[in-house]
């Protein structure tokens, strides 16, 4: 028996004994936490807080025990009573740095670690988690800095490796990321989590041995462990040709995600077709010409996994080309000001955020797919914006989706096969609204299938419709020096490959929900 099974014990027995102790309950929901019994810590915790709510030790607890469980709102408000109660609590504003970067708030957590780095909290923890805010701030030279500074304050400390995988590997460092993932996966082997993001870069590094570990772990894990377990065995099980295997742990990932997440289907559809409502000829037609001129912006859009990222690297390869990657900075603007009176506003608004990322070039390209339903809002406050609307066939996206585990809350339609169907549906019928609404010239089709079969002629039409004059390095687009956030973080690093198209197809026996959800239309 370990020091920290007979502490577990000794807490258990004083518990039995005094039930209603805030001490006792927090004493023994802690520890239970502490052995990865998270269940039975949470009403010991809860309760204890119930009790005596100013014990920012047990607030802490009990938020990092309701963040393992995916209840990350909740868990960030407990940080925030803890540091409140205690501002020099160093643990409480890491986590709660951590749940506010979680939550996409990254200049806070930022602001948060550099305090108490210049209060000389100096930690491998903290450095970690400032790299983290940094690298989601895209900040990754800073990032890398930090991430290194802290491997070696602690070479035992594994998330720190797990990150500097995922950092490397965006940077296209793809066998030091995988040795850094390898040793994170060494260090803490019951972390489901480091054998997704291994297999999801090198699934051959999983060797038999570590195999074997990640299948060992069972099904008594959180659930986030839960998903992370089922994710890497699905890549496992593609990587071995056992495709029903394959769709069982995908299948059984999505399941427990979509359990996770308070997604209203009615309510995300009907917000796409009141998009179409009111982008009526009538109504855009007076307002033409009253954005703001700059050319600078190249917005990529269309769904996640259709090829969004291949056409910004062909772009990010040319040398008057500035790469921002997926900003949700327009929906942004859109939300702080009138969007029907301040076009120009927005525009103007827009521009100058998005010249921050590449001060210097002619053209910076945006690639966030989801700006699609915002064609209409871009065209009228930036008419001589480019648009690129990247299509690729119905099923291999809804598949390629589906296989996909993402990061935040924005992708809830994605975990359920009729939810993603009838989402994709919506998707398309928008786009062809603005196929019929907006002008000649004002929105490029490119459709992957023709990328991938045609790669020269397809990138050359793409670098036209952009403006710029054809520069062939453009061709070697996996070559691009720069940072690239992505689910095709492996993928954008290799030339083209063709396997990708009718990817789905060995799949259809088990898809039939996402067939119905799109039609024989879309569905084929």
Not at 72 to 81: H, K, N, P, T, V
Not at 331 to 340: A, F, S
Not at 485 to 507: C, D, E, F, N, W
Request: charged fraction near 25%.
């Amino acid at each position: 028996m370990t020091a920290l099974d007979e502490a577990l014990e000794r807490a258990l027995r004083v518990l039995k004994f005094q039930p209603d102790s805030p001490t006792a309950l927090a004493s023994a929901g802690s520890l239970l936490a502490a052995t990865g019994r998270t269940t039975e810590a949470l009403p010991l915790l809860q309760r204890s807080v119930e009790l005596d709510p100013r014990q920012p030790e047990v607030l802490n607890n009990l938020g990092a025990v309701l963040r393992a469980t995916g209840r990350l709102r909740d868990a960030r408000s407990l940080f925030e009573q803890a540091v409140a109660l205690s501002p020099g609590y160093a643990d409480a504003v890491l986590n709660l740095a951590g749940a506010r970067s979680a939550e996409g708030a990254h200049e806070a957590a930022v602001a948060d670690l550099m305090r108490l780095l210049a209060e000389g909290h100096e930690s491998a923890a903290l450095l970690d988690q400032l790299g983290v805010a940094l690298w989601k701030l895209g900040r990754y030279d800073e990032a890398l800095a930090h991430l290194r500074r802290a491997a070696e304050l602690d070479p035992t400390f594994a998330d720190t490796f797990s990150h500097l995988g995922v950092v490397l590997a965006e940077y296209g460092n793809l066998e030091e990321a995988r040795d850094a993932h390898l040793r994170a996966i060494d260090l803490a082997p019951n972390r489901p989590d480091f054998y997704r993001l291994l297999a999801k870069i090198d699934p051959d590094a999983l060797d038999a041995r570590r195999a074997a570990a990640l299948e060992a772990m069972g099904e008594n894990l959180s659930r986030v462990d839960r998903i992370e377990r089922n994710f890497a065995l699905a890549l496992l099980a593609v990587r071995d040709g056992d495709r029903a295997r394959a769709f069982a742990h995908y299948s059984a990932a999505n399941a427990e995600t979509r359990a996770m997440r308070a997604y209203d289907e009615r309510r995300t559809l009907d917000q796409i077709r009141e998009v179409e409502h009111m982008f009526t000829p009538a109504f855009m037609a007076p307002r033409r010409n009253m954005g703001d001129p700059s050319d600078v912006p190249v917005f990529v859009v269309g769904m996640p996994r259709s090829g969004t990222t291949l056409v910004e690297q062909i772009l990010a390869s040319h040398p008057d080309v500035g790469a921002a990657g997926e900003l949700e900075l327009f929906e942004q603007i859109l939300k702080e000001r009138d969007g029907v009176r301040e076009l120009r506003d927005i525009g103007a608004a827009y521009v100058a955020a998005l010249r921050t990322h590449a001060p210097g070039a002619r053209r910076i390209t945006d690639k966030m797919p989801a700006n699609f339903q915002h064609a209409g809002f871009i065209h009228l406050a930036l008419p001589n914006a480019r648009m690129i609307h990247v299509r690729r066939d119905a099923l291999d996206t809804c598949w390629s989706c589906f296989t996909q585990s993402f990061a935040g809350d924005g992708l809830s339609w994605a975990y359920d096969l009729g939810e993603l169907g009838r989402y994709y549906r919506a998707y398309a019928e928008l786009m062809e609204h603005w196929r019929r609404v907006l002008p000649p010239g004002a929105l490029l089709e490119v459709r992957y299938e023709d990328l991938v079969g045609d790669f020269e002629a397809q990138a050359r039409r793409i670098v036209a419709y952009c403006g710029l004059e054809w520069d062939a390095r453009c061709l070697e687009f996996y070559k691009a020096d720069r940072p690239v956030k992505t689910a095709s973080v492996a993928q954008v690093r290799r030339p083209l490959y063709r396997s990708s198209i009718g990817a789905s197809r060995p799949y259809l026996p088990y898809l039939a929900p996402l067939i119905e959800a799109l039609g024989p239309e879309l569905a084929g």
